[in-house]
């Protein structure tokens, strides 16, 4: 078998072994200016298992074909790694991600490089979610867990993003954040046991209307008092005194129930080693459709959901027992059902509540089933990562091999070509992944 070394013009170089005129043995291969290295076995022209190592210093260890990760192999890029199945340049099918530093993993199905079918997602802070993926999001049905709400992670205003789906990006990893979801509280915690708002009833336009009026016959007593007093106020006077008492009332309805409020909530407190679960729907990654979340200490919800957010007809308990029921919109309970109530609109509201509730139910029980899927789809994983683990300590091998292979042929010949160099094709390379073929 001939080999040499061939210089490119770009500053690259390929040593090693070469038959037919195509990179056929043990050989190393050099991208421009010597960045970025591929060493290990080729096979008429393609890379058949090694090593890649980029400019950065991220590497991939294990199969290939046709020029690109093909088969099982491992890749250690930035602080993630990942152990498993490789499709044409791209993660998956079943593969397991891990980061180095916090713990945080994801282990089950993939598609074109992203989180997608079934798999169990572990954050840093331990919390888990399993169930169903699309796109690298969470999407479908699935239960999220927490740990004791002292130990979740605390998500600041500069961490907007989930580590599962930052991480996805393995060409372009910045060193990406951990991050669980329900941005603006502890990781996994969503519901509240107050309510965001009071209810926004009929009567509350009466009541505005009460709060008018006597804000006006308060001005007209204020002008009664001062024309005793010999200190007459023009009608003016009176207006801009009205006018001052409603605007300001006005600013301050505005203010408060601009979601529903009508006062100032302080922030609700939490026991340390309180948890929180939810099972149901999940759409782009956030909780969406009919789900019931649960907290430890007893406060429950059933019903519709958006955004990680109650939203639409649904009931949640108290932890001493109470029931707020009705439909949300934010989080805030605006119209109340209440099933005494005898007109039609009060009933048909109530019958929704029930709908919501009986869904949310039968979510969740489906939602349980996918999880378990998730649990059996990441246990192919894990094999899939120990199998990956043996396929990257034999590229390594063949690797070490190579370039062994390829001291000998540079201490032979040194840097001139040899074996008829000319006469055989040039290698070519494009990279990340890189592809190697030979070309007259």
Same mark, same amino acid.
């Given at each position: 078998?001939?080999? =040499?070394?061939?210089?490119?013009?770009?500053?690259?170089?390929? @040593?090693?072994?070469?038959?037919?005129?195509?990179?056929?043995?043990?050989?190393?291969?050099?991208?421009?200016?010597?960045?970025?290295?591929?060493?290990?076995?080729?096979?008429?022209?393609?890379?058949?298992?090694?090593?890649?190592?980029?400019?950065?210093?991220?590497?991939?260890?294990?199969?290939?074909?046709?020029?690109?990760?093909?088969?099982?192999?491992?890749?250690?890029?930035?602080?993630?790694?990942?152990?498993?199945?490789?499709?044409?340049?791209?993660?998956?099918?079943?593969?397991?991600?891990?980061?180095?530093?916090?713990?945080?993993?994801?282990?089950?199905?993939?598609?074109?490089?992203?989180?997608?079918?079934?798999?169990?997602?572990?954050?840093?802070?331990?919390?888990?979610?399993?169930?169903?993926?699309?796109?690298?999001?969470?999407?479908?049905?699935?239960?999220?867990?927490?740990?004791?709400?002292? #130990?979740?992670? @605390?998500?600041?205003?500069?961490?907007?993003?989930?580590?599962?789906?930052?991480?996805?990006?393995?060409?372009?990893?910045?060193?990406?954040?951990?991050?669980?979801?329900?941005?603006?509280?502890?990781?996994?915690?969503?519901? /509240?046991?107050?309510?965001?708002?009071?209810?926004?009833?009929?009567?509350?336009?009466?009541?505005?209307?009460?709060?008018?009026?006597?804000?006006?016959?308060?001005?007209?007593?204020?002008?009664?008092?001062?024309?005793?007093?010999?200190?007459?106020?023009?009608?003016?006077?009176?207006?801009?005194? /009205?006018?001052?008492?409603?605007?300001?009332?006005?600013?301050?309805?505005?203010?408060?129930?601009?979601?529903?409020?009508?006062?100032?909530?302080?922030?609700?407190?939490?026991?340390?080693?309180?948890?929180?679960?939810?099972?149901?729907?999940?759409?782009?990654?956030?909780?969406?459709?009919?789900?019931?979340?649960?907290?430890?200490?007893?406060?429950?919800?059933?019903?519709?959901?958006? =955004?990680?957010?109650?939203?639409?007809?649904?009931?949640?308990?108290?932890?001493?027992?109470?029931?707020?029921?009705?439909?949300?919109?934010?989080?805030?309970?605006?119209?109340?059902?209440?099933?005494?109530?005898?007109?039609?609109?009060?009933?048909?509201?109530?019958?929704?509540?029930?709908?919501?509730?009986?869904?949310?139910?039968?979510?969740?029980?489906?939602?349980?089933?996918?999880?378990?899927?998730?649990?059996?789809?990441?246990?192919?994983?894990?094999?899939?990562?120990?199998?990956?683990?043996?396929? *990257?300590?034999?590229?390594?091998?063949? *690797?070490?091999?190579?370039?062994?292979?390829?001291?000998? #042929?540079?201490?032979?010949?040194?840097?001139?070509?040899?074996?008829?160099?000319?006469?055989?094709?040039?290698?070519?390379? /494009?990279?990340?992944? @890189?592809?190697?073929?030979?070309?007259?």
């Amino acid at each position: 078998m001939n080999g =040499g070394r061939y210089d490119f013009e770009d500053g690259g170089c390929y @040593i090693g072994s070469w038959e037919d005129g195509k990179a056929h043995g043990y050989g190393v291969c050099t991208g421009p200016k010597c960045q970025g290295e591929y060493a290990g076995s080729w096979h008429c022209g393609f890379e058949i298992s090694g090593v890649y190592t980029w400019p950065s210093g991220s590497a991939y260890e294990g199969q290939w074909q046709n020029g690109k990760r093909h088969g099982i192999g491992v890749e250690e890029r930035g602080r993630w790694i990942y152990r498993g199945e490789w499709t044409q340049g791209l993660k998956g099918r079943y593969g397991i991600r891990e980061s180095v530093k916090s713990g945080a993993k994801y282990e089950g199905t993939w598609s074109n490089g992203l989180q997608d079918g079934y798999g169990i997602e572990t954050y840093a802070d331990g919390g888990t979610f399993q169930g169903q993926w699309l796109g690298g999001m969470r999407h479908g049905l699935g239960v999220r867990s927490s740990v004791a709400y002292g #130990l979740a992670s @605390i998500i600041g205003a500069s961490e907007e993003r989930r580590a599962s789906l930052t991480s996805l990006h393995s060409e372009n990893d910045k060193d990406t954040k951990d991050i669980p979801d329900n941005f603006g509280t502890r990781g996994g915690f969503v519901l /509240t046991e107050k309510s965001s708002g009071v209810p926004a009833e009929r009567g509350s336009m009466f009541r505005k209307m009460s709060l008018s009026r006597s804000s006006i016959l308060s001005g007209l007593r204020l002008k009664v008092k001062k024309r005793k007093d010999g200190t007459l106020s023009s009608s003016s006077s009176i207006r801009s005194n /009205t006018s001052t008492v409603s605007s300001t009332n006005s600013m301050t309805l505005s203010e408060n129930t601009a979601n529903g409020d009508t006062h100032f909530e302080e922030p609700e407190e939490i026991g340390m080693d309180v948890t929180e679960n939810y099972t149901g729907e999940w759409k782009n990654d956030k909780r969406s459709g009919f789900g019931i979340s649960v907290r430890s200490d007893g406060l429950r919800y059933e019903g519709e959901w958006f =955004g990680n957010k109650r939203h639409g007809f649904g009931c949640t308990t108290l932890p001493m027992g109470d029931k707020q029921e009705g439909k949300w919109k934010n989080n805030v309970l605006v119209t109340v059902g209440k099933k005494r109530l005898l007109s039609g609109r009060s009933r048909g509201r109530w019958e929704k509540v029930e709908q919501a509730v009986h869904e949310a139910n039968s979510a969740a029980s489906l939602a349980r089933k996918k999880a378990e899927l998730a649990a059996a789809r990441t246990n192919h994983a894990r094999m899939k990562g120990e199998q990956a683990d043996q396929a *990257a300590e034999l590229a390594s091998q063949e *690797a070490a091999y190579a370039r062994l292979r390829a001291k000998e #042929l540079q201490a032979r010949h040194g840097n001139s070509e040899i074996d008829g160099a000319n006469d055989y094709r040039v290698c070519y390379r /494009t990279y990340s992944p @890189i592809t190697v073929t030979l070309f007259t």
